[in-house]
């Protein structure tokens, strides 16, 4: 055989190979954290500045692009190139865009799919809740559950992010817009938690239900903008971590009528020139974070890690972080964070969203023009 027919040969089987990769675009490498060894596998690219990743039951997943586009990946890690119909009007304006996918908890039953956007309005746009379900390569039966009011025409601190709960109940972060003040206004529904039945009702026992003037739908009030919300495992409880200002990155547990004291208290100061927000860091009525930052990383996407592949982490929270590309891992004992470390910096991009997949590995998506889906699996 000749030397250019082995090459070509040589070619042939390498092609072959990454075939039967199901599409897995590269490996970036081996990290060694203080508990795992780790690799990095890039899964799927060219993804437009993608937010957020839920995994259907037959192994397909739903990934969302904040420009407006709901795209479907295959069990084999392939793009379709087609995104999928029936996604709702998304006002991409700003941080706005297209947000967060979630399944109904009895989506085997019922194949409910959640979607939060920015959609417009009187008034300009804000964070909206719609679901709908997956037929072949369409949503249908849109239902729009929740509309952020009042709306406005500013570009920032969306919120967007989807949690059940045990008992079915559906909770959606929401910025307080770029307005700060707006986030201490019972009768707005910017800078809060909201909770609803997965069908758009409101909870009888809402902590504001009663209440003159105030928006029944809220849940806690005085947040700046989340975009991490995750169950804890133990207790069921809603965490959330949100933006600071310049520094006040917070972890949270969210419950019902709490006020976590945005803009009145914060860790964080004014942009550029470092002044002081509100009354300082401390006052009565307000709750304290259970952890923050300083200076800020920028915390987007978050999951308690509860699978097999990393044992030595069950138990950990996962923060993704858009400043220095990195993602945190927290150790806690209860209410307390004991121990951080800061992986993989600026290794893959902007970390926008954290999952842990069924198959008990670690999925990451990156907020970027050319937004990877990777994958972290554990070597030992």
Known sequence: MSSAMRFRLFVLVVVLCVMSAGGAAADNGTFRSEKHVFRIVTLVEGLAHPWSLAFLPDGRMLVTERPGRLRMVSKDFRLDPKPVEGVPQVAAVGQGGLFDVALHPKYAENGWIYLSYSGPGAGGWGTELMRAKLDGHRLTQQQVLFRLEPKSRTGQHFGGRIVFDRQGYLYLTLGDRGEKERAQRLDDHAGSVIRLHDDGRVPADNP?????????????????????????????????????????DEVNVMRAGRNYGWPVITYGVNYGIGTRIGEGTVKPGMEQPLYHWVPSIAPSGMAFYEGDKFA?????????ALKDQMLVRLELDGEKVT?????????????????VGPDGHIYLLTDEANGVLARLEAMK
């Open 339 to 355: 121990k951080e470390e800061r992986l993989i910096k600026n290794t893959i991009g902007r970390i926008r969203d954290v999952r």
């Open 208 to 248: 504001f239900a009663k209440r003159a003037g105030a928006k029944p739908e809220k849940f806690t009030l005085g947040n700046r903008n989340m975009q991490g919300a995750a169950l804890h495992p133990e207790t069921g409880e809603l965490w959330t971590h949100e933006h600071g200002p310049q520094g006040g």
């Open 312 to 320: 030595n982490w069950r138990g950990n929270l996962l923060v993704g």
